[in-house]
């Protein structure tokens, strides 16, 4: 099954920014929604933010103010993740999620690595 393409990970040191991209097979506008999600060391893969079209995006608690989630309106295929003032808790592999609907399984990437260096 073709699935969701991440990129942008790697290391950063604390106070640093990062921006993860999420490249889809085809037009993000054919999904009911997408978000990002993160999976730290020995935890639960929790959700970080997503966006609804025409709704607005939302995030966790722990990320917001630092973390946004944007398109791209000219490639059409790609979601961002730019993530400011990134902290040692922020360090995980983040994954990126394509709601199908009620009647097809979500899409999953692969996972970026984000490293966040104290």
């Known amino acids: 099954q073709v699935q969701l393409v991440e990129s942008g990970g790697g290391l950063v040191q604390a106070g640093g920014s990062l921006r993860l991209s999420c490249e889809a097979p085809g037009s993000i506008l054919d999904f009911d929604a997408m978000a990002w999600y993160r999976q730290a060391p020995g935890k639960q893969r929790e959700l970080v933010g997503g966006?609804?079209?025409?709704?607005?995006?939302?995030y966790t608690d722990s990320v917001k103010g630092r973390f946004t989630i944007s398109r791209d309106n000219v490639k059409k295929n790609t979601i961002y993740l730019q993530m400011n003032s990134l902290n040692p808790e922020d360090t995980a592999v983040y994954y990126c999620?394509?709601?199908?609907?009620?009647?097809?399984?979500?899409?999953w990437g692969q996972g970026t690595q984000v490293t966040v260096s104290s």
């Open positions: 966006i609804r079209f025409g709704a607005p995006t939302s």
């Open positions: 999620n394509a709601d199908q609907g009620a009647w097809s399984a979500p899409l």
